[in-house]
């Protein structure tokens, strides 16, 4: 049984994400989709992961990186995690106004995945 990262931080993340000129945002969305779709199976969905998502991004011109996001906050949300896909979607959206919205909104995905992940962990 695969042991699911349950420890990331928005700042390693946010520094790694710098670091690498957005690379390791890339590597991130792969792997939230990947763990999601093993750590909520149950509901029976399938989180499409970041070529797809990446591809839809371009066609709808940025609209379906924000359909992603809510699809994946409510799985993790009915899994458990304290995270509302509207409350994601006002942030990244509302919140670039005040330029710390997308940045609280990646803070609050990221500790529902490690919420999530760490269920999957304990349970399996």
Known sequence: MEKLNSQRSFIGVLLLNIITFGIYGCYLVYAMAREVNLSCAAD?????????????????????????????????????????GGNILLWNILGSFIIVGPFIAM???????????????TSH
């Open 107 to 121: 803070y609050k995905i990221i500790n529902a995945l490690n919420f999530v992940n760490d269920h999957y962990n």
């Open 44 to 84: 029976g969905k399938k989180t499409n992961g970041l070529i797809v998502m990446f591809l839809l991004s371009i066609i709808t011109f940025g609209i379906y990186s924000f359909i992603w996001l809510f699809q994946i906050s409510n799985r993790m949300k009915n899994a458990g995690a304290n995270i509302d």
